[in-house]
Structures are given as structure tokens and as C-alpha cells.
């Protein structure tokens, strides 16, 4: 899912994301839309989709990560999180209710219920009580939404509006946490099915962790969700990282690499990363990738150099269409060889050359 933290993608329109991306879904911040424009102007405006013009699916994170990765001043209680915003420092409380509310009222397709992120490393101790909180917390989101989530949701609300959500109620995903304690992620994978979610999500991982680590709490939380609903892994990765975690079993994954590396010069091909700003690329007339899309064939690299190295705003938007391009088709190419049962040859034969390319 291409990540679009204040209600869309940066630099891109959402006909570009349609058209050159084909992204079927992408992510939108609790935290950021909360309090910026604010729930007033989403509500008003009739909720995201409508206020975006995105018409495709869109799955809201819980604010959980933002509160612990850009909060000052926060503190943790049972009733939620006390923080100092990033924005202006006004002192903000963020209950599980109020975030599954937030999420209602944006309008999402797939909310995510609110956990509290543990840092790496904590103590088992520690991670032990995130845990039993982030499972409190998972029984009063689904209470909420049960209860409440039809009030607030912006098709459920209006039904005579012309939407391709209407009659479809807002899916709620749980977030196995853990750290990389095994039976801790067990214990969490299991509590999280007993409650009952329409997905299931794996987060607190790409939190400064070794990748080794990573790989680990996918391996110690996937085996015991269920496998007939949606299993997704949070804020990664790199395409080799995914496709390991695709043949553990991972079903969905959102990233702000692809944008964000764009911004910084490198673009994704076959063969590894390359930074477009390097000079051996002065004099490049091929394409950024041999598969990228046919409407970015017509770009050199020399030309993209030369556009990112004037600071030209088109270099930062081809850069990533290119990326979300690449992570796109690397998933579809994905689901083909699942298909076909050739999936396992497929990784190791993109991981190969990726990995070993001189060009990096």
C-alpha cells in the first residue's frame, strides 16, 4: 500500500496512482489527519474519500506508531496516551475509543485498532505489560466499533450517497505486538483471534531492529493467525525483505520507501537501488528499469539527473511513480507465481540478482 500520510501520496495525484501505479488501496495517518486539517473539515467534507478524491479503498493506521515515534512528552496510562503534539506541542490525549472515532469519521475501509508500540530493545518485563495493554485496549476498539462505528462513518451515515462503500461496513484489523519475544508474540497472535478481527496486522517490527529480528516475530506471531484472513506486516520493507516475508506467509504491506528514498535520489531496478544523482548516469540514455512503466520508458536517466541535481520537482515525481511502480509490480508478480506454485524459484531468482548487482 503506497502511504499517503496526510490523505495522499506526496508529490502524486491520484490519477497518476491509478493509472501508472495501479494501486488498489493505499494508507492513510490517524495521527496527522487528526490534527491536521482536523476532524471538523473531514466531516464536513464528507470523510476522506470524498475530501481526497480517492475512490479506491483506504486502511487508517491507529496514531499508535506516530504517538510513540514522534510524540514529546507522552505519557501511557490504561485510559490511552497523553502527548505533546509535533505540531504546536498543545497537550493531546489519544484513548483507543477516540481513535477508532477518528477512524470512523475519516471514513477508512480498514481501521486499525489502537496498540501501544514498544521500543527496541525493551525488557521482556516491559514488553510483557505493552502487551496486556495493547490487548485491553483491542477489546475496547472492537467494543467501540460495534457499538458505535455505523454513527460515525461517512457512507453508513448517508446512504443515499453515490459511493462504492455503501453497504459495506468499515473492517477492523488487530496488531499482534510482542517485540521479539517469541511467546510473547504468540501469546498476543492468540488473544488477538480469541477477541475476533476481520485482519490481523504484525506491528512493532522496523523499529530499529536487525533485520534477522524482523524476520523472527513475523515467524513467531503468522503461524498462529488464521490463514482465511488478511495477515499484514507494518512499515516495511525492502523488496527482497518482503518477498521473505510473502513466503512466511504475509499477505499485505505498507511502506514509505519507495516515496521517500524517491525524494533522496535512488530509484529501484532489477538489479538494486541506484542513486540517480551519482555521474555515472550522466550520460545514461536507457530508462531507470527495463520494466518500468511504459509511460516512463521516454525518461533517461541523464535526463532524471540532470532534473534532480536542478532541483526540479518533475525528478522527485518520476523517481516515485517509478518506485511505487516497481514495489507494485513486484507484488503482482508475486501473486502470479503463487498461483502458478513457482513463487519459491521467483524470490530466490529476484533476490539473486537484486543482492549481487554490481551496480550497487
Not at 285 to 291: A, V, W, Y
Request: charged content about 20%; hydrophobic content about 35%.
Amino acid at each position: 500500500m503506497p502511504v499517503g500520510t496526510q490523505g495522499m501520496v506526496k508529490t502524486l495525484s491520484p490519477d497518476e496512482l491509478i493509472d501508472v501505479v495501479d494501486a488498489k488501496i493505499i494508507l492513510g495517518n490517524t495521527y496527522h489527519l487528526y490534527l491536521r486539517p482536523g476532524l471538523d473539515v473531514i466531516r464536513e467534507m464528507g470523510g476522506l474519500h470524498k475530501f481526497t478524491t480517492w475512490e479506491k479503498p483506504i486502511l487508517t493506521d491507529s496514531g499508535g506508531f506516530q504517538v510513540w515515534s514522534l510524540a514529546k512528552l507522552r505519557k501511557i496510562s490504561e485510559n490511552g496516551v497523553e502527548f505533546s503534539n509535533h505540531l504546536d506541542g498543545a497537550k493531546t490525549m489519544l484513548t483507543p475509543e477516540l481513535s477508532m472515532e477518528i477512524q470512523a469519521t475519516l471514513g477508512s475501509d480498514i481501521a486499525m485498532l489502537f496498540d501501544e508500540c514498544p521500543p527496541y530493545p525493551c525488557e521482556e518485563k516491559y514488553a510483557a505489560n505493552s502487551l496486556g495493554l495493547t490487548t485491553r485496549w483491542a477489546r475496547r476498539c472492537k467494543e467501540w466499533h460495534e457499538v458505535n462505528a455505523s454513527k460515525h462513518v461517512p457512507w453508513q451515515l448517508n446512504t443515499q450517497t453515490e459511493t462504492l462503500h455503501t453497504n459495506l461496513p468499515q473492517q477492523i484489523f488487530g496488531i499482534v505486538q510482542g517485540s521479539t519475544y517469541a511467546d510473547l508474540r504468540e501469546q498476543s497472535a492468540k488473544e488477538l483471534v480469541e477477541i475476533g478481527f476481520d485482519g490481523y496486522a504484525v506491528g512493532g517490527i522496523s523499529v530499529g531492529e536487525p533485520e534477522h529480528e524482523m524476520l523472527r516475530a513475523i515467524e513467531n506471531a503468522v503461524p498462529f493467525l488464521p490463514k482465511n484472513k488478511p495477515r499484514y506486516a507494518m512499515g516495511l520493507g525492502t523488496p527482497p525483505q518482503m518477498l521473505e516475508m510473502i513466503a512466511r506467509g504475509v499477505d499485505m504491506f505498507d511502506c514509505v520507501m519507495p516515496t521517500r528514498v524517491a525524494r533522496h535520489g535512488l530509484a529501484f531496478t532489477a538489479d538494486g537501488p541506484i542513486h540517480i544523482k551519482n555521474k555515472e548516469f550522466e550520460f545514461d540514455s536507457t530508462p531507470l528499469d527495463e520494466n518500468t512503466h511504459p509511460s516512463l520508458q521516454k525518461y533517461s536517466r541523464s535526463f532524471i539527473r540532470h532534473l534532480f541535481r536542478a532541483s526540479e520537482m518533475l525528478s522527485l515525481r518520476l523517481l516515485s511513480l517509478h518506485n511505487l511502480h516497481f514495489y507494485l509490480r513486484l507484488m503482482s508478480d508475486s501473486r502470479e507465481h503463487i498461483a502458478a506454485g513457482t513463487f519459491s524459484k521467483f524470490k530466490n531468482d529476484f533476490n539473486q540478482r537484486y543482492l549481487n548487482s554490481t551496480l550497487q
